[in-house]
């Protein structure tokens, strides 16, 4: 097989199937349903709407591994009287409770109440697990579905809705470029080599705006092999040592920007950094990892070109590990 057929493949079996695509969207379908019912009838508080938040909705989500868990993101966009920052513990724990009722049936312990959201564990069929995150609306950003969304770390005033339209309008840039490379595909690739990046794993949103940002400069090539090259060769020119940051929903020279050691600014908050926690450390790791890529992108390219298929694939695992060879193989 060719290793444009091999990525055919490769980037066929990373993503989720239709099937559990399918069933995971009729048990989300159901549970924000019964949620609004459940938060209604109770009235402490107003959910406005339940937003669809994350790889699912962005179709940037990976298949189950041992490095990735299948996972749905849902904001509750809550609103009104008491849905206050200072009063997450609350909104947790109210929307645990709503959440136990409309599923009786359940053990207790597979609504796990975490920092920043409420997970609910379904151990049969696809062992989904669906993260409930409440969101306090907030509309100073003048973006739809704005709000404040508490992660691991602390709040973020964002809006996932514009996160998924961030990406959306990007995947539609990509098709007018002839052959397989979308948008949404490439961050799928960036974020398997980045699972496998141990302790300098970064978090999804990081992998999508760095690809947008390698896109910008060079857009994609007709062919894998070299659009992930330019990825890797964009990284490294950058050496992230400028901000990372996007207009579409602000005009960078006129907003106040985050700043830190390394700058790569949510494109709905630019006082959003999400590497505020990098050090001088963190960015010489990750670059070494992104030099490793690279070189192997090129070993990989000069193989093939010699008709080296087997030499081609084993520099591909060095950037995808050995399933890169496993997952493209012909059935
Ligand atoms: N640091 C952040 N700043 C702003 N918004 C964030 C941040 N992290 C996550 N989000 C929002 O929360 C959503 C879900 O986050 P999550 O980390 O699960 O990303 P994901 O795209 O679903 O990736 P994965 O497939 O790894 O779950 C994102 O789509 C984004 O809208
Ligand atoms: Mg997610």
């Known amino acids: 097989m060719t290793i444009k057929g091999r990525f055919d493949r490769f980037t066929r079996q990373i993503r989720p199937t239709e099937d559990h695509i399918d069933e995971a969207n009729r048990q989300v379908k159901y549970m924000i349903e019964r949620l609004h019912d459940k938060v ?3 009235g402490s508080f107003v959910l406005e709407k339940t937003l669809r938040a994350g790889s699912n909705a ?73 993260d409930v995150a409440p969101i306090v609306r907030d509309d100073s950003l003048g973006i739809t579905n704005g709000g404040h969304i508490p992660r691991d770390d602390g709040w973020r005033l964002t809006s996932v809705t514009a996160h ?12 007018k470029v002839s052959g397989p490379v979308r948008f949404n595909r490439l961050v799928r690739l960036v974020k398997w080599w980045n699972n496998l990046q141990g302790p300098l794993l970064q978090p999804a949103i990081f992998c999508e705006l760095i690809t947008a940002a390698a896109v910008r400069d060079t857009g994609v090539t007709p062919e894998w092999q070299t659009s992930l090259r330019q990825v890797f060769t964009f990284l490294r020119k950058h050496g992230l040592k400028e901000p990372i940051v996007f207009n579409d929903y602000y005009d960078p020279k006129k907003v106040q920007t985050a700043t830190g050691t390394a700058v790569v600014i949510d494109s709905v908050n630019p006082k959003n950094n999400v590497t505020a926690l ?35 694939v084993e520099h591909w695992c060095e950037v995808f590990g050995p399933a890169f060879r496993t997952l493209s193989e012909e059935e």
Request: charged share 40%; aromatic share 12%; glycine share 4%.
């Open 164 to 175: 998924n339209d961030f990406i959306a309008k990007r995947t539609e840039e990509s098709k």
């Open 58 to 130: 962005k179709f940037t989500s990976l298949r189950k591994t041992a490095e990735n868990r299948f996972d749905v993101d849902l904001g509750a966009y809550y609103s009104g009287e008491g849905a206050t920052k200072e009063r997450l513990d609350t909104l947790l724990d109210f929307t645990r409770a709503k959440l136990i009722e409309i599923y009786p049936q359940k053990e207790k312990e597979d609504f796990i109440k975490l920092q920043s959201a409420v997970r609910v564990r379904f151990t049969s069929g696809i062992k989904l697990w669906v």
């Open 278 to 312: 990098w050090t001088n450390q963190t960015r010489e790791e990750f670059l070494e990892r992104v030099q490793d890529a690279y070189d192997a992108t090129v070993a990989a390219w000069s193989a093939e070109r010699d008709g080296d298929e087997d030499e081609a």
């Open 40 to 42: 209604a009838e109770d």
